[in-house]
């Protein structure tokens, strides 16, 4: 398992990165508070340029591939959405052709961001395991450049913007940060580390995409199939082996919320913020909700991971109860 990166690692790059990507906001918003139950702290990874956290990743990779590998044309890669919008958004910056493998069904407006990016996008499978696999068969049929979806040098970049977090708000007592595959999770435990701070990590899985959960209580990786209607950024059925490693060493625990529960979070973050959420970010609030008794008289903080959701999918999500 390769180490996180250190504090001067993340620092070191903290200038690049910013230079593209200005630090995002974390504000303490009255009515969440007043939801909560006591102080919360929200980073708002929405506010990037493809509205999600994954661009930072994604620049810090391909300014190393570059060095590492200069011959490089084409790239490729397997998502539900966000991390294809940040591959098409850095290879483009590179002058590096992106191809992005979604599966069927997937978010009608997230790929249409990808192809804004420049990207040629492929459909193929029921699920984000299922493009991931093809993608990786496609690279060698082409001789594409296969980006992964974790790496240590994705959590490089994140890390960047969750030291500003930690450095920017009060001292937390926890955190709730939801995962996918783990790069944004293994982000806040490295920049946690750098700052040698006593917060506590917790990660946050949908119920309807329990793998990540599983795993963690039985301490080994377990895979699980997928059937959330509204966390797609929480939707991987087999854990990364390595991002495993890192969460079960750097995480408390692991809650499970509802897709009903995600879905009140993001109306809540509407109504409360005027943000728009996706899945994956009402989940981390839909966990602080959970644990309100916990976290009274505490100071907690959430990860805002992104906006990207169809509009009709939204507008489903705001007439519900």
């Known amino acids: ?88 958004f850095a290879a483009q910056r590179h002058g590096l052709a992106a191809t992005i493998v979604v599966p069927r069904g997937n978010s009608v407006e997230k790929n249409t961001a990808m192809r804004g990016l420049g990207a040629e996008l492929i459909e193929h499978g029921d699920d984000f395991q299922a493009a991931l ?100 950024g929480l939707a991987c059925s087999t854990p990364h082996e390595e991002a495993f490693g890192h969460i079960l060493s750097g995480v408390e625990r692991i809650l499970c919320v509802t897709d009903d529960e995600i879905e009140a979070a993001m109306r809540a973050y509407f109504t409360d913020t005027h943000n728009v959420a996706e899945g994956a970010a009402g989940a981390g609030l839909a966990a602080v909700w959970q644990e309100r008794a916990i976290n009274a008289g505490q100071c907690t903080g959430v990860v805002f991971t992104g906006g990207n959701i169809d509009r009709s999918a939204f507008a489903r999500v705001l007439a519900a109860n």
Request: overall charge positive.
């Open 1 to 88: 398992m390769n180490p996180l990166p250190s504090r001067d690692e993340i620092e070191s790059i903290a200038g690049f990165i910013d230079s593209v990507v200005p630090h995002t906001p974390q504000f303490s918003w009255p009515l969440l508070n007043a939801r909560a139950g006591g102080e919360l702290w929200v980073k708002h990874e929405n506010h990037t340029p493809i509205g999600s956290f994954k661009v930072r990743g994604a620049l810090q990779y391909f300014a190393r591939l570059a060095a590492r590998e200069p011959g490089v044309r084409g790239v490729i890669a397997a998502t539900r959405g966000n991390y294809g919008q940040a591959v098409a």
């Open 133 to 232: 696999e093809f993608a990786e068969q496609i690279a060698a049929q082409r001789g594409l450049h296969f980006v992964p979806s974790f790496h240590r040098d994705l959590v490089w970049g994140t890390a960047v913007s969750m030291l500003n977090f930690l450095q920017n708000c009060p001292p937390l007592d926890r955190v709730y940060v939801p995962i996918g595959l783990g790069s944004g999770i293994c982000g806040m435990i490295a920049a946690r580390d750098a700052l040698k701070l006593s917060t506590r990590i917790v990660g946050v899985a949908a119920t309807a995409a329990p793998a990540i959960a599983r795993s963690f209580a039985d301490r080994r990786l377990v895979a699980h199939p997928v059937a959330t209607r509204i966390g797609d």
